[in-house]
């Protein structure tokens, strides 16, 4: 059931990857990257990440997302001009992707990490542990990740107001 | 049961290829933007598998860092974007490739 659960998850992602890369239209590469982030999510709880499951889907597939989706309803983003393709990186580039994710994968599935099983359905991070870990571990970053977000408000509002000058 | 930590690799590495293809192939500003994330989501896989495989929780407050990253990224960078287009009319990047109007 997790195998099957992992392998339906798993076709969405690399599904909706694609698809953001072959879609013309803005939008629609909007609309299958929440495919992937919502499908992650779900491959997050198969691993037992339940805190990063949740996070995923309220400030990935929310949030961010809906950022995405309403700057390209605000600048009208249509269709991608066509470029003209040099035939050189057709004629190299897909083979070579091709032969190096092969080999990638089969360096992976070969020299992989020994004893490298996963066990599934247990929950690994609940969301107590992660936040005692968050405020007693890792309490500096989380202040300074705040000075962050403070600093990444005040320059997205100073760069899109419109300069009255 | 078990599966192994290979998939998730193999899943997340193909995420990241993916998101590297369309950095470089794509032209409208926006969607460069999505490969930005769908390469940090990738890498959120790889931190998660690892996490779990390790029975730490450390990959997971990381990938929590990544993600508040990525949310400020995204501000700033889509509210550059708006101001490229105030001054440009065109989200393609091969048209914005001078510092100075």
Known sequence: ???????????????????????????????SLIVVMGSLALIYLLLGAEFVAVVQVIIYAGAIMVLYVFVIMLLNAGEEEPSKGSSVAKIFGIPGLFAGGIIGAWVLLQHGPEKSDIPIGALYGPANAVGMMLFTKYLLAFEVTSILVLIAIMGAVVLARRSNS | MTIPISWYLLLSAFLFACGVTGFLIKRNIITLFMSIELMLNGVNLSFIAFATRLGTLDGHIFVFFVMVVAAAEAAVGLAIIIAVYRTRETLNVDRVNLLKL
Request: aromatic share 12%; charged share 5%.
């Open chain 1, 1 to 31: 059931m997790h195998i099957f659960l992992f392998l339906l998850f798993g076709a969405f992602c690399v599904g909706g990857a694609v698809n953001l890369l072959i879609q013309r239209k803005t939008i629609n590469s909007a609309l």
